[in-house]
């Protein structure tokens, strides 16, 4: 026998003078408490209600038309009634279901639609919690039944197109509904943008590599496979990182080489990146000999070429 026929012959009996339990009144208060009724239990933490309450509940015969239902559909009474924090609401199923069911509680506000509430199974009880009081019961929506908005999706799934669906998460490798692509990351420039969308490659600098594998699109001297100028604090080749396989520099040495009271970069001004070579205004130094690397100028003074004023990193 279902929940509603249990509830329909619990009425009939209880006009002909039976005393079947179809509603149960419990005062409680701050220290809390527990209601119960066949089919039902409200635990209610102790600091909920801020005073002492009537809390009735009643098993009613309505029906959910869009709904399977697995227990009855239950009336908490004060309607509307809020608490400090939520109380446990664990309803015992019909029967046992072919999938664990939802517990659905209504809005505050009489002839508000219900609410799927995040459920746990409990045995043969679903177990969710509530924070006011109006109606509720454990069920599923029925098969082919549509959603009219978010509300009316279970947790964690949206209403689109009027039916309930999981959200798209960008990056988990898994295409779903509004993505045109999902390479299992957030990052754009790779042909998959940050939202999902394909991207086409495009050659900014004619350098004959696209923007997916250029670190520097707008540098033709710059992309995979480039020699690594050293001490321009650039990363010529793309490799991840500036200056890599030069010989120790000044700017990143933790030692105030030039005493001007700055040590490294940021701090000293005359470095432009952690990877420069010198902390002084010398921006390329001279071999011990006197040389300079080529396109490197003429060595005056120990320098092949001067910093401007400053330390302004190079893009």
Avoid at 67 to 73: T, V
Avoid at 115 to 137: C, K, P, Q
């Amino acid at each position: 026998m279902s929940w509603t026929s249990r509830v329909a012959l619990a009425l009939a009996l209880a006009a002909c003078g039976s005393n079947g339990p179809t509603t149960t009144t419990m005062n409680v208060g701050p220290a809390g408490g527990m209601v119960t009724m066949s089919g039902v239990t409200l635990v209610v933490p102790a600091g909920a209600l801020a005073a002492p309450t009537d809390i009735v509940v009643t098993a009613t015969a309505e029906s959910a038309a869009d709904y399977d239902l697995s227990s009855p559909i239950f009336h908490f009474e004060p309607d509307g009634t809020t608490f400090t924090m939520p109380f446990e609401i664990r309803i015992q199923l019909d029967g046992t279901p072919a999938e664990p069911p939802q517990i659905y509680w209504s809005g505050s506000a009489v002839g508000e639609s219900f609410v799927a509430l995040e459920t746990t199974m409990d045995g043969n009880t679903a177990v969710a919690h509530i924070n006011h009081f109006s109606r509720g019961f454990a069920g599923k929506r029925k098969p082919g039944q549509n959603c009219t908005d978010a509300l009316a999706c279970p947790p964690g799934l949206i209403c689109q197109g009027n039916v309930c669906v999981a959200p798209a998460i960008c990056g988990d490798s898994t295409l779903q509904s509004g993505e045109a692509c999902d390479d299992g990351n957030t990052m754009s420039n790779d042909g998959c943008s940050a939202s999902c969308q394909t991207e086409t490659p495009v050659d900014g600098d004619g350098d004959s590599y696209n923007s997916f594998v250029d670190c520097n699109d707008g540098n033709a001297n710059i992309h995979p496979g480039a020699t690594d100028t050293c001490y321009d604090c650039l990363d010529n080749d793309c490799a991840g990182g500036a200056d890599t396989g030069c010989a120790t520099v000044q700017c990143g040495d933790g030692i105030d080489n030039d005493g001007s009271g700055g040590t490294d970069f940021p701090a000293d001004q005359d470095c432009r990146c952690a990877t420069d070579q010198t902390e002084g205004p010398c921006e390329i130094a001279c071999f011990p000999d006197g040389a300079c690397p080529t396109g490197g100028g003429t060595c005056v003074n120990g320098c092949c070429a001067f910093l401007p004023a400053g330390n302004v990193a190079v893009p």
